[in-house]
């Protein structure tokens, strides 16, 4: 299904949105929460990783990702290796945002894996690296034949939007658990942080469904979007 709109108006869209998510997500934890650290007494600065690199690293650089075919105006084979780096480095901050958090729980002796939040963060991150893992082999090296690069497109396409679509899930169950925490810890439910929270995840949101929106819209040129080896 593609939509009539040409995809350029939603990538700049995108990239406002992101902008705006990674200076929020950034205020809060560096403002509000006091900064990050990989090492402090104030076990919470460890934490503070966790929502800015998965934020950041996982769900705005994945996105750029994704809509990199339509927003950059290169050859086929140069947007391709950007699609695959930046998805890499999504992936990789991604695993050190989860790091982040587990090493915060296993020094504030707090249990691992006892959400639902968690639970399917640990289901993405996997499923992410499957689907970068198989795109790396088909459509990059060795790369697959004409027919499977041909007949692995759509899928490749329908379960990268699908497994994007399940980290702004994710992102959304941690946005409420950790606000939810606070709350029962004394913060005001009406204050500027809590507000914050609120509108980061919900411009996060805005930013996920234009990069589908941009996925789903026709390039604003002529181009050929098939696979090929490089």
């Known amino acids: 299904m593609a939509l009539r709109v040409s995809a350029q108006p939603f990538t700049l869209v995108s990239h406002v949105l992101a902008i705006a998510a990674a200076i929020m997500v950034l205020v809060w934890c560096i403002h509000f929460r006091g900064g ?3 090492e402090a007494t104030n076990k919470s600065l460890i934490f503070n990783i966790h929502p800015v690199l998965m934020l950041i690293g996982f769900i705005i650089l994945g996105g750029e990702a994704i809509i990199s075919y339509k927003a950059l105006p290169w050859r086929k084979e140069v947007k391709k290796l950007i699609h695959l780096i930046l998805h890499l480095f999504a992936l990789i901050l991604g695993i050190v945002g989860i790091y982040a958090a587990f ?3 296993n020094e504030s002796n707090i249990a691992n894996l006892y959400s639902l939040h968690s639970w399917i963060g640990i289901g993405t991150i996997c ?3 499957i689907q970068w893992i198989y795109g790396f082999l088909v459509f990059f090296y060795p790369g697959g034949s004409a027919a499977v690069r041909g007949e692995s497109l759509p899928w490749h396409v329908v379960f990268g ?3 994007y679509v399940l980290a702004l899930g994710t992102a959304m169950l941690g ?3 950790k606000l939810t925490f ?3 810890s004394g913060l005001a439910k009406y204050g ?3 507000y914050l929270v609120n509108f980061t995840s919900i411009v996060t949101v805005l930013f996920g469904a234009f990069v589908v929106l941009s996925v789903l819209s026709p390039s604003h ?3 050929d979007f098939t696979y090929s080896s490089i």
Do not use: N, T
């Open 103 to 105: 090493k915060y729980h």
């Open 161 to 163: 939007l699908f497994v």
């Open 175 to 177: 946005f409420l658990e």
């Open 192 to 194: 500027p942080e809590a």
């Open 36 to 38: 990050l650290a990989f």
């Open 127 to 129: 499923l992410y690296g």
């Open 182 to 184: 606070l709350e029962s």
């Open 221 to 223: 040129v002529e181009d």
